[in-house]
């Protein structure tokens, strides 16, 4: 089992940036697709972003496409979620999550998700 921890969130202004990290420990992470979804107050967790287990396929909800970058970093077990253009709307406790099996594309569901972080808090103020 992978342990997740999540860090990078804060409060921002609309327009502004933030990037978020994943650090993973207790398994081979490099082998593992990755997502990052999203839960906003009174709203079901959503995804965001999903990264494959090379790094080489990313995949990205409408809502944040051409916005949000996610990234990795294999050798420091990281995975990273930049977002540029924060709207107000992207306000919300944001989650990574390893996928359940290896080698796969991605993380796109939480059925998919076999590992979570704690969470991370951004706010975006108007």
């Known amino acids: 089992q992978v342990q997740l921890e999540e860090s990078g969130g804060g409060t921002v202004q609309a327009g502004g940036s933030l990037r978020l990290s994943c650090l993973a420990s207790?398994?081979?992470?490099?082998?593992?697709?990755m997502g990052w979804f999203r839960q906003a107050p009174g709203k079901e967790r959503e995804f965001v972003a999903a990264i494959n287990w090379s790094g080489g396929s990313t995949t990205y909800a409408d809502s944040v496409k051409g916005r949000f970058t996610v990234s990795r970093d294999n050798a420091r077990n990281t995975v990273y979620l930049q977002m540029n253009t924060l709207k107000p709307e992207d306000t919300a406790v944001y989650y990574c999550?390893?996928?359940?099996?290896?080698?796969?594309?991605?993380?796109?569901?939480?059925?998919?998700?076999?590992?979570w972080g704690q969470g991370t808090q951004v706010t975006v103020s108007s």
């Open positions: 207790g398994r081979t992470f490099k082998i593992y697709a």
């Open positions: 999550a390893a996928d359940r099996q290896p080698l796969r594309g991605g993380c796109f569901q939480e059925t998919d998700c076999g590992s």
